[in-house]
T-cell receptor, first 116, second 112 residues
């Protein structure tokens, strides 16, 4: 079946511009996660959505970052006034359950964001 | 979630077994042990998870110490495609933090 889909796969933007990154989770998955990974670094948690609960935004690095999840499915991560340090691979994941400790995350291939 | 400690890197020969260790001395009774791997230029991929008993699946085996303070991911016959960064992660049952916290992992190199 279809996995987690992210678009675009690559995005080049100029410093100061806004960007939107899209994530289509696996159908029926209630939880959705955004991470980012800078070159050669580990994964940094950004935000987590679970069902109709308020999202966990504790990982967002600044108020330039925001995300929404419409209809419990597609999610958009928005970065306003991009900076060069925002350059990274942005990874989205979904899981069919949350809070059990056993949940498996299914990751997309990511969006490579380059801020010039 | 409790922290894990893994070696930065390991090497293996193709077609030989690989044992990837993970220490989690502060694990709590409700923490599940998860392993993910990340191949070059890809998102992480789930490998296996367990609580107390050893686990086997088509990808690997997970051996959990009796006191649960350590675990070992076993790849029975390494292939070149197993070259990746392997992450050992603890996830609490019913924990308030929903996300998985990824550390630096172990970079596995497989030599032909």
């Amino acid at each position: 079946g279809a996995g987690v889909s992210q678009s675009p796969s690559n995005k080049v933007t100029e410093k100061g511009k806004d960007v939107e990154l899209r994530c289509d989770p696996i159908s029926g998955h209630t939880a959705l996660y955004w991470y980012r990974q800078s070159l050669g670094q580990g994964l940094e948690f950004l935000i987590y959505f679970q069902g109709n609960s308020a999202p966990d935004k504790s990982g967002l690095p600044s108020d330039r970052f925001s995300a929404e999840r419409t209809g419990g499915s597609v999610s958009t991560l928005t970065i306003q006034r991009t900076q060069q340090e925002d350059s990274a691979v942005y990874l989205c994941a979904s899981s069919p359950e949350a809070g059990t400790g056993r949940e498996k995350l299914f990751f997309g291939s990511g969006t490579q964001l380059s801020v010039l | 979630d409790a922290k894990t400690t893994q070696p930065n890197s390991m090497e293996s020969n193709e077609e030989e077994p690989v044992h990837l260790p993970c220490n989690h001395s502060t694990i709590s009774g409700t923490d599940y042990i998860h392993w993910y791997r990340q191949l070059p230029s890809q998102g992480p991929e789930y490998v296996i998870h367990g609580l107390t008993s050893n686990v086997n699946n088509r990808m690997a085996s997970l051996a959990i110490a009796e006191d649960r303070k350590s675990s070992t991911l076993i790849l029975h016959r390494a292939t070149l495609r197993d070259a990746a960064v392997y992450y050992c992660i603890l996830k609490e049952y019913g924990g308030s933090q929903g996300n998985l916290i990824f550390g630096k992992g172990t970079k596995l190199s497989v030599k032909p």
